[in-house]
């Protein structure tokens, strides 16, 4: 189950710190173009030495590929999600169309949909606007997915 989620100045009252002009996702891809439209996902590595290397990896991909927008994956539950999100924040600011691709199960305590809405904020006030909200896997150990209390459904 995904959500896809562009959000605009004028649709929240959130606050934002950047005069963002990020375009949606969606409109890239309808763009007429001659060309083949690629995109690229990163995942969040387990070392600081491998995020300096991906930083260093998005920046060469950005000038060699081209992608139309690029996706940064949040793990399950929320397990890499300040990392996730710091990477989607570094892609924007060096010219990326950032993607997060953020789960919204298992996370947040006993809060979950709050900590989702600040997270969502962070986003905004960071300048990315593209994001696919994904309900995620069921917890390990568990064969199915079932809604945590004052969670999502």
């Known amino acids: 189950l995904h959500w896809y989620i562009y959000m605009d100045s004028n649709e929240t009252n959130m606050t934002t710190t950047t005069n963002n002009n990020t375009p949606k996702i969606i409109d890239l891809i309808n763009e007429p173009s001659e060309t083949a439209k690629i995109s690229l996902e990163f995942f969040p590595p387990r070392s600081p030495e491998g995020v300096e290397n991906l930083y260093k990896r998005m920046d060469r991909m950005l000038e060699v590929v081209k992608p139309l927008f690029t996706d940064v994956t ?80």
Request: hydrophobic share 35%.
């Open 74 to 153: 949040w793990g399950a539950g929320g397990s890499t999600a300040e990392l996730s999100m710091t990477l989607a924040q570094y892609a924007h600011a060096h010219g990326h169309v950032a993607n997060l691709h953020m789960t919204c199960t298992n996370m947040g305590g006993d809060k979950p949909k709050e900590y989702v809405w600040e997270q969502l904020q962070t986003a905004r006030q960071c300048g990315i606007r593209n994001i696919v909200a994904l309900r995620g896997d069921p917890p390990a150990g568990q064969d199915e997915w079932k809604a945590a209390e004052g969670g999502f459904t």
